[in-house]
Structure formats: C-alpha cells, structure tokens
C-alpha cells in the first residue's frame, strides 16, 4: 500500500507531524488550529477562529486533491464546550451540504492554549 506524506507549500512544516497523509481512498488531515500560515493565532474569538481552522484544513484538502464534497467526517476539539453554539454557526456557514458526520468535544487543553481545533477525513 502506498503512503504519501502531504505538506502545503508556504504553511510551517512541522517535524512532528505532516498536514495529512493519502492512503488509497482516503486522506487524513491534522488537526488544524486558528493560525495564519506564519504560524501567528488570528486575531478574533471563536467564530473567527472556527472560520481559520476551516480555511487551512481547505488548504490541505486542495493541495491532497480532494475537497469538502469528499470529507467523510470531522472532529472538532473546543476549550470551552460553551463556545459550541457560536463555532456550530461559522461551522454550518462554511461547511457545504449535505454535511459530513461530526464528533464535537471538549478538550482538556489544546496545543498553545486555542480555542479550537479541527481534523477531518476524506475520500481521496
């Protein structure tokens, strides 16, 4: 089987991880957090943060081949479950029909402290 490791051109490449990886059929994306490509926390609160998260994980899902349409499922990790209605409504703005199956929980800590974090899975 093969595997290919997948990184954006121009994003901070990570040592400890890659942006996804493609197996036949199927892409797992990294869990994105609200940063610009610099790597910097957009400014905001959670719906500005829920919007960045869905813009890089877009940027992955290109630069793999594939796109919304083809996402199977996406877990979403908040700080504070209070904020689910507000990242639930950029969510559903952006996210395009028929949505894909969604786990949402909240996490313990997210890595430097965010808000908001979002990984996904799609048909290649």
């Not at 093969?2 to 994003?11: D, F, K, L, M, T």
């Not at 960045?52 to 499922?73: D, H, M």
């Not at 479950?81 to 950029?90: G, I, L, R, S, W």
Request: proline fraction near 6%; charge should be negative; hydrophobic fraction near 45%.
């Amino acid at each position: 089987m093969s595997v290919e490791r997948i990184n954006v051109a121009g994003r901070a490449k990570l040592p400890v991880y890659s942006h996804a990886t493609k197996v036949p059929g199927l892409i797992f994306l990294s869990g994105q957090t609200p940063v610009d490509a610099s790597g910097k926390l957009v400014d905001g609160g959670i719906k500005e943060h829920t919007a960045q998260c869905i813009e890089n994980l877009t940027a992955v899902l290109t630069t793999a081949g594939s796109s919304w349409e083809k996402v199977v499922k996406v877990n979403v990790y908040l700080k504070n479950m209070d904020d689910f209605a507000a990242m639930n409504e950029k969510y559903l703005e952006l996210i395009p029909d028929p949505k894909p199956a969604r786990t949402c929980i909240q996490a313990g800590k997210l890595p430097f402290d965010v808000d908001v974090e979002i990984e996904a899975i799609a048909a290649a």
